[in-house]
């Protein structure tokens, strides 16, 4: 396409896209401009950038916002050819060089106005000046030339910032002149002799120089090939005077496009500067990827690449290369081509990795005793993950237990889908397969390494029921001012309140305190009215604490489906001393007969049958004070054997009602684990 669009307004509306956090990508893509002419003159250079700002803040004297930017340069300047081409909308004067033809309308997106001038050198030989403005309204160049003086030189004048980019621009000189070094950090170590400066106020920065001077220790090239195409690593050590942390950029043309902290994609690596002889602050690595594939693959504006969204982690494609496993993706296409940036990425990140590899080791032998020592401490439900320690190591990004425990819980779980998926693959084989040793040889590998997984399972249940029976065992102490605590507390930690059984993961219940059976049980409803576990076939606002529908719960039956059975529990607050005026004997009977009037319900809305006749226990659990034991003695509650707690059995409606205290309560859970416990070292007082 020739000449310029009619409407360029519209234009840089609908295609020009410049997110509000890099507003200086215009004066980048300018200086880039001015790189482009000084290398076509074929000599050393200087690019001068020129900052002016709104005056600095009468609060605290803080700059102010910038309002223009002047990019003035000692290039070939705007000749015929190079004004012919600025003329073209989509024009390939720049393509070997990886220009777009569209850079120069990332001026008008942040800018108002524009001007440029310039002084160059005709076909004649003779020196000519041209100066005219660009902006929306920009329709070619139509300004008389003019003969030039004095020597080769280009100023373009971004001037009046819109406001909604100019508050994103940083404050401080030193910070702006970093943003030029980080996304000119290829240039800058290229061997040209074009010098940048930064002029913002009075202060002056020299970037080739002050790069080279203070931040810069040492670089290095390695190339790398994928398919037809050949990439080069820079691999770049920097001082931490600057704030880089360790970091991948893929770049373009000589410009950064994309930048990673390195971490993301090694997480052992520390995110804090790396020891080095001869460096006392120690240094970051920064890894710059360059190649005429990148060139080509970046979109206009050079903010990312349009073959896929960069976002992408490789993680895949590396651990499926170190393991010369089938990989998840091929790494070119027919032509010899690379499939994508994220093969490109992850082969670079192969080369960093290498580099690196010192320091990573230390790190995951020091992230693998950690893991250890966690595990050995707090962790006793993966004591079969101890041996993949050191690969754990290699992905956990710091030794916090948080960390720790998070790397843990998602190997486990990773662990336990790998192998009971193997279980259930040799239960599919064929018969033939069942007939042969290798079979049997299969199950026995399976099962013992499923045995280390069940018995590091049962040491984390076990080492919740300890830490459970603590639990309540210090809630039943009085508190600081001399009072109980609620019977809402306990409540809660036997099964949430408010709650039915669909609703509470096996993890929150602990029916266990009271009965082992119990944690067994078909439905059960928690602090519920009986109008809602009914759904309203009896309209009651009674409210049990916990009513337990169980099938086949302490009965022998015949059938092939035991009757479903209801057990109630009854709580009382601790250190109460009145427990009796609750009548919890008459509380329970009307609980019982009108939740056997009706039918339950659970929160799928399926019903729950239960015979008149079957068995119901009610469990009444209070402390043994005067007042209870007289209570139970008129309720004629005989003794349990062992002194465990009392039971009254009442024939004519077939309920057995068992009274226990608190403290025999946790005395009969405790002695029920003891040996587990015992085993694990965790003992009371252990």
Do not use: C
């Not at 003086?149 to 404050?171: F, N, Q």
């Not at 170590?189 to 002050?210: F, W």
């Not at 587990?676 to 007082?685: N, S, T, V, Y």
């Amino acid at each position: 396409m020739t000449g310029l669009p009619a409407n360029i307004a519209n234009f840089v509306k609908q295609e020009i896209r410049i997110a509000k956090s890099r507003p200086l990508l215009p004066v980048f893509e300018a200086v880039s401009n001015a790189l482009d002419a000084i290398s076509e003159r074929e000599g050393n250079g200087t690019i001068y950038v020129t900052v002016l700002r709104h005056p600095p803040s009468i609060i605290d004297a803080t700059p102010g916002d910038p309002h223009t930017f002047i990019i003035e340069d000692d290039g070939v300047g705007f000749n015929d050819a190079n004004m012919g081409g600025f003329d073209q909308l989509y024009t390939d004067r720049k393509q070997p060089k990886g220009g777009k033809g569209r850079g120069r309308f990332a001026y008008l997106k942040v800018f108002e106005d524009v001007e440029i001038e310039s002084t160059y050198v005709d076909g004649a030989g003779e020196l000519r000046h041209r100066k005219f403005k660009f902006d929306l309204s920009y329709s070619g160049n139509k300004a008389e030339q003019s003969v030039g003086s004095g020597p080769l030189t280009t100023i373009i004048r971004l001037r009046s910032m819109r406001p909604e980019y100019a508050s994103h621009v940083p404050k401080e000189a030193a910070t702006i002149a970093r943003e030029f070094m980080s996304h000119f950090l290829p240039v800058l170590l290229a061997a040209s002799n074009i010098e940048i400066v930064i002029i913002d106020g009075e202060k002056k920065k020299r970037l080739r120089e002050e790069f080279r001077a203070d931040f810069l220790i040492s670089s290095r090239d390695q190339p790398f090939v994928i398919g037809s195409r050949t990439f080069m690593v820079t691999l770049v050590k920097l001082r931490p005077k600057i704030a880089l942390r360790h970091r991948l950029i893929l770049a373009a043309s000589l410009r950064e496009v994309h930048s990673d902290y390195l971490d993301k994609y090694l997480p052992v690596l520390a995110t804090g500067p790396l020891e080095l002889d001869g460096e006392p602050e120690g240094f970051w690595l920064v890894a710059i990827v360059q190649g005429s594939f990148l060139n080509e693959s970046v979109d206009p504006m050079r903010v990312t690449f349009t073959d896929e969204s960069i976002e992408d982690a490789p993680l895949d494609i590396i651990e499926a290369s170190e393991q010369q496993a089938e990989p998840t993706e091929p790494a070119t296409d027919l032509f010899g081509e690379p499939k994508s940036i994220r093969v490109i990425r992850a082969d670079a990140l192969k080369i960093v990795r290498d580099e690196l590899e010192p320091y990573i080791e230390v790190a995951v032998r020091v992230r693998s005793r950690a893991i250890e020592a966690y595990i050995s401490r707090d962790g006793l439900g993966y004591h079969f993950l101890k041996a993949e320690a050191g690969e754990l190591a290699r992905n956990l990004r710091s030794t916090d237990d948080q960390a720790i425990e998070s790397s843990l819980h998602a190997a486990a779980f990773k662990e336990r889908r790998k192998r009971n998926d193997q279980a259930y693959k040799l239960l599919s084989a064929t018969p033939k397969e069942k007939s042969e040793d290798e079979y049997f040889d299969k199950w026995a590998r399976v099962v013992d390494s499923i045995g280390d997984v069940a018995k590091s399972d049962l040491a984390n249940y076990v080492l919740h029921r300890r830490v459970i029976i603590d639990l309540v065992e210090n809630i039943l102490r009085t508190t600081p001012e001399g009072d109980y605590r609620r019977e809402e507390v306990v409540h809660s930690i036997v099964f949430p309140r408010g709650r039915q059984s669909g609703e509470v993961g096996t993890e929150q219940q602990n029916l266990w305190l009271i009965d082992e059976r119990l944690a067994f049980h078909e439905h059960l409803f928690s602090d519920l009215t009986i109008g809602r576990v009914t759904g309203h076939d009896v309209e009651s606002r009674l409210r049990p604490d916990l009513a337990i529908y169980e099938s086949g719960f302490a009965s022998f039956h015949d059938g092939a489906k035991p009757p479903t059975q209801l057990v109630l529990v009854e709580l009382k607050q601790p250190g109460r001393t009145t427990a009796s005026r609750d009548d919890p004997v008459s509380k329970t009977l009307s609980y019982v007969r009108q939740l056997k009037e009706g039918r339950a319900k659970t929160e799928g809305g399926a019903v729950i049958d239960i015979e008149p006749n079957a068995l119901t226990t009610v469990y009444i659990l209070a402390d043994w004070t005067n007042d209870f034991k007289a209570y139970l003695d008129r309720e004629e509650f005989l003794e349990m054997p062992g002194d465990v707690g009392r039971y009254r059995y009442r024939p004519r409606d077939n309920i057995m009602f068992v009274a226990m205290s608190f403290a025999r309560l946790l005395e009969g859970a405790r002695r029920r684990n003891k040996i587990f416990f015992r085993r694990l070292g965790i003992e009371q007082g252990a």
